[in-house]
Structure formats: C-alpha cells, structure tokens
C-alpha cells in the first residue's frame, strides 16, 4: 500500500494532466450531443442524445472525484507517511546492542627484591568444585536521578523496567516490563508533566498481554519539553476495569554532551 501511494505521489502531475484532458473531451461530447439534441425531431434520436448527454456528465463528474482524491493522498497521507518514517528511523537509530564487557587484568609487577612468588596450596578437590558467580543486575540505560519511590508497582501483572524510576531520557527509548491480567482487554501508556497541562495524556495502547520481562513499545521524547514526568502503565480488563498500574518518575532532557577530544 505504501509502494501505491508513493507511485501516486510521484506521478501526480500526470494524473493532473489526463483528469484535464478526460474533462475537456468529455466536456466536447456534452457539447455536441445538447446540439443534436436540439436540432433532431425525432424521439429516438432525441432519447439517444439525452443519454450520451448524461454520460459525458457523469464522466466529468468522477474525473473531478479522482482529482480530488489524488490532492488528498498529496496533502493528507503522504505527509503521515513521511513523518512515520522519520519517527521510525530516529528509533531505529536509538536501538544499540551492549558490548561484552571486559575488565583487563593488570599483570604482576616485576620483583625487585629478588623474592619469588610461591604457589599457594590448594585442596585437592578445589579444581572440581563449582562455585556461584552472582548475575548481573539489569541497569537501565541512561542516568539514574533520586526521586520519589515508584507508585504501584509491586504488581507483577503491570511492570516497568524500561524506563525505571528516576530516569533521565533524551532520546527514544524501548517500553520494556510486563503486562497482563485475568481476561486483559488493553493497557495503556500514559504520561503527565509540564508538556501536558497537569494531565495524564495516553501515548500509546498495548493489546498483547507480555507475561515475561519484553518490549511492548516505544517513547520518543522528542514532543515533549524538558522537566519532570510522571509516566504510568494502566491494565485493564474485559469490563474497562482497571486491574493493575505502575508509576515511575522520569526526567526528559536535551542530549547529554560527549566529550571531544583536543588536539
């Protein structure tokens, strides 16, 4: 469907031209049949005159309809389009993968007062034995600024990972965390700061229940001017009724500066 209105796009100015030309000949029928029609005398004739009239109406008729929606697919969807597009490429270039990270490992200095390093023992089973290494603690990217604590969040049915509470955003950014519920209906994505006159303002509706920790949507900062915000995730069931909620504070920012380096 895109390809389609793309091509029309392109080609308007053809369109333009033959809805001109398909007009002006059928504006010539009309012309030329209204005068058989009024110099015959006979009622046949008469009769087919009146229809070939009324089809060279009809024609210029739904040539104007197919102009207008040619200037529309112009001025309405083509504009969307273009401004989907550029939504989607700033998230794109938002989404980066984490590297492995690596601490290297100093090597020992060199002894200068002659004393060699001795080994110490080891048990005999120690090279067997399997010890826990603690997981990693998922951070979320970006800088963490103290806040008020998280509202309602201790629901495992509504979850906020990303963006956690405390966050300073200044660039799109994935919705991660849960989201379900008995007979779950739709969960919304809502929030509220000086961009929305003291009100909660939906940016974006989920209706998939996540039950594991996933991505379920996305939030481009960019509308949105710096400060404070409240942003919430809202469960609901079947009836409208609201089953779960998490609130978490964030804080929306320019981008932060990097360094540049002097030579």
Same mark, same amino acid.
């Given at each position: 469907?895109?390809?389609?209105?793309?091509?029309?796009?392109?080609?308007?100015?053809? =369109?333009? +031209? *033959?809805?001109?030309?398909? &007009?002006?000949? /059928?504006?010539?029928?009309?012309? #030329?049949?209204? $005068?058989?029609?009024?110099?015959?005398?006979?009622?046949?004739?008469?009769?087919?005159?009146?229809?070939?009239?009324?089809?060279?109406?009809?024609? =210029?008729? +739904? *040539?104007?309809?197919?102009? &207008?929606?040619? /200037?529309?697919?112009?001025?309405? #969807?083509?504009? $969307?389009?273009?401004?989907?597009?550029?939504?989607?490429?700033?998230?794109?270039?938002?989404?980066?993968?984490?590297?492995?990270?690596?601490?290297?490992?100093?090597?020992?200095?060199?002894?200068?007062?002659?004393?060699?390093?001795?080994?110490?023992?080891?048990?005999?089973?120690?090279?067997?034995?399997?010890?826990?290494?603690?997981?990693?603690?998922?951070?979320?990217?970006?800088?963490?600024?103290?806040?008020?604590?998280?509202?309602?969040?201790?629901?495992?049915?509504?979850?906020?990972?990303?963006?956690?509470?405390?966050?300073?955003?200044?660039?799109?950014?994935?919705?991660?965390?849960?989201?379900?519920?008995?007979?779950?209906?739709?969960?919304?994505?809502?929030?509220?700061?000086?961009?929305?006159?003291?009100?909660?303002?939906?940016?974006?509706?989920?209706?998939?229940?996540?039950?594991?920790?996933?991505?379920?949507?996305?939030?481009?900062?960019?509308?949105?001017?710096?400060?404070?915000?409240?942003?919430?995730?809202?469960?609901?069931?079947?009836?409208?009724?609201?089953?779960?909620?998490?609130?978490?504070?964030?804080?929306?920012?320019?981008?932060?500066?990097?360094?540049?380096?002097?030579?």
């Amino acid at each position: 469907m895109t390809a389609v209105i793309a091509l029309i796009d392109q080609v308007a100015i053809g =369109i333009y +031209f *033959l809805i001109a030309a398909g &007009v002006l000949f /059928a504006l010539r029928r009309y012309i #030329i049949h209204g $005068e058989e029609y009024r110099s015959t005398y006979f009622e046949l004739e008469r009769e087919l005159s009146r229809y070939r009239r009324t089809n060279a109406i009809t024609a =210029i008729i +739904f *040539l104007l309809e197919l102009a &207008v929606i040619v /200037a529309g697919v112009q001025a309405v #969807i083509v504009p $969307e389009l273009l401004q989907d597009r550029q939504i989607e490429a700033l998230v794109a270039e938002a989404r980066f993968d984490d590297g492995d990270f690596q601490t290297p490992v100093p090597a020992p200095p060199a002894s200068d007062l002659g004393i060699d390093p001795v080994a110490l023992p080891r048990s005999a089973g120690a090279a067997n034995q399997i010890q826990a290494t603690p997981l990693p603690t998922p951070t979320p990217v970006g800088t963490i600024i103290p806040s008020d604590p998280p509202q309602g969040c201790d629901n495992a049915e509504a979850q906020l990972l990303i963006p956690g509470n405390g966050m300073r955003v200044f660039q799109p950014i994935p919705v991660i965390g849960t989201v379900y519920t008995d007979q779950f209906s739709y969960a919304s994505i809502e929030i509220n700061g000086p961009s929305t006159l003291g009100s909660f303002q939906v940016i974006d509706e989920q209706h998939v229940e996540v039950r594991e920790r996933a991505e379920f949507g996305q939030f481009v900062p960019a509308p949105y001017e710096a400060g404070e915000y409240q942003f919430r995730l809202m469960v609901f069931d079947i009836t409208n009724a609201l089953k779960a909620s998490c609130m978490v504070h964030i804080y929306i920012s320019e981008p932060l500066p990097t360094l540049t380096p002097v030579r």
